[in-house]
């Protein structure tokens, strides 16, 4: 289908788990795509790289009852970048002032294509009922996702939901350039356990670093990489700033390393040159990290909750501990530090299973039949 355009809205001017997947599939793509995101970040410099038009356009700056001018020029322009571009099709990568765009493109009367990457909770209000009843198609990253969909939504509605497993971008590692990265972080001889994500309180990534002390103490120079950064707002701020607080109150300054945002392509070196990654969220649709460091043979050891349990236990590339529970995390972890022919076995299991359920080409052609269907 090359001679369809795709507009994809997207409201993050980073580049975590939903945008990666994203690129991937702009990567594989057999249509033209224009996307519409946050102007200056590292999502921009990605797209620029893939020769991808970008329309810029700031999200959920304001409430409506903040500011309901803001919501009248937000919906303005995006109304002129439909008029602009005259896509074929809209996808919503990642919520961001959904009932705007929606109501745009049905009034242009432009299909809608929906990613569901958040753990679904059942709309409240008739707008955002409304709003996702008028996707043409919602794409779930995970079989939790889409039942906690079809338990929702109307029978009428069903056969529009569907199941990709998000897509697996990077490359192998060699080993010189885990020793660049060794050196440049002053790892030494130490075993480093990997934590990336957003700083978001969701990601409970203090869990992690109490789980580091627990581990500290039976193991030694043991030490945690936290890869990621704050969205730039004060809540984000805060949180960054507490979680270095609880690293100087449990004497872990030293042995907690705050690296701050990856780009897509120096993630695979991090990810490879640690022991083992965890993942404490509270709540995952998916869990990118997970395939992240399994496509890498690296084992994992994720909280006990949605995609991580689903995949976790579909893989077999990890161990799952009760969400917030440091003293479960510490004692997996440790399982994993001490017991290398058993973290090779779980690793390479989880390597395989990406290998055969998160292909790009395969999530491409699964996302071109959804888009075909939906025109």
Same mark, same amino acid.
């Given at each position: 289908?090359? #001679? ?16 990666? #997947?994203?690129?991937? =599939? ?47 020029? &937000? ?9 602009? #571009?005259?896509? @074929? ?37 008739? %707008? ?13 990253? *995970? ?43 002053? =790892? ?52 960054? !700033?507490? %979680? ?20 897509? @392509? ?18 995952? *649709? ?25 995949? !976790? ?11 917030? @529970? ?17 973290? #090779? ?13 998160? *292909? ?6 699964? &996302? ?8």
């Amino acid at each position: 289908m090359p #001679s369809t355009r795709v507009l994809f809205v997207s409201p993050a001017a980073a580049v975590y788990g939903s945008e990666r #997947s994203m690129l991937a =599939l702009l990567r594989e793509r057999q249509f033209e795509a224009v996307l519409v995101c946050p102007g200056g970040g590292a999502l921009e410099r990605e797209l620029l790289r893939l020769n991808t038009l970008v329309h810029h356009l700031e999200f959920g700056k304001f409430s409506l009852r903040q500011n309901p001018l803001w919501h009248l020029g &937000f919906y303005r322009r995006f109304r002129q970048i439909l008029k602009v #571009s005259q896509p @074929d099709a809209v996808v919503i990568n990642l919520d961001g002032n959904t009932p705007l765009v929606t109501l745009a493109c049905a009034l242009a009367r432009i299909p809608i294509i929906r990613f569901c990457r958040l753990e679904f909770e059942a709309s409240t209000r008739w %707008l955002d009922r409304w709003c996702l009843l008028r996707a043409r198609a919602v794409i779930c990253p *995970s079989e939790l996702v889409k039942q906690q969909v079809l338990a929702w939504a109307p029978a009428s509605f069903h056969e529009r939901v569907h199941r990709f497993y998000e897509a697996y971008t990077g490359r192998e590692v060699s080993a010189a350039e885990i020793a660049a990265f060794r050196q440049q972080w002053n =790892l030494g001889e130490a075993r480093l356990i990997g934590c990336v994500g957003r700083m978001h309180r969701g990601k409970r990534i203090e869990v992690a670093i109490r789980a580091l002390a627990g581990v500290r103490k039976q193991l030694g120079d043991v030490r945690l990489l936290v890869i990621g950064g704050h969205d730039g707002s004060a809540a984000g701020a805060a949180y960054e !700033t507490e %979680l270095r607080q609880i690293a100087t109150d449990m004497s872990l300054s030293e042995a907690v390393i705050f690296a701050g945002y990856f780009s897509a @392509d120096q993630m695979p070196a991090a990810i490879a040159s640690c022991s083992v990654c965890v993942l404490p969220s509270e709540s995952e *649709s998916f869990g990118m990290v997970l395939t992240e460091a399994w496509a890498q043979g690296v084992p994992t050891v994720a909280s006990d909750v949605g995609g991580c349990a689903e995949i !976790t236990h579909a893989s077999g590339g990890g161990f799952l501990a009760p969400v917030g @529970d440091a003293g479960a995390f510490a004692g997996q972890l440790q399982e994993l530090l001490t017991n290398s022919p058993i973290a #090779s076995a779980i690793g390479q299991r989880g390597k395989a299973w990406v290998g055969q359920h998160c *292909s790009p080409a395969q999530y491409a052609v699964q &996302f071109q039949s959804v888009l075909g269907s939906s025109l």
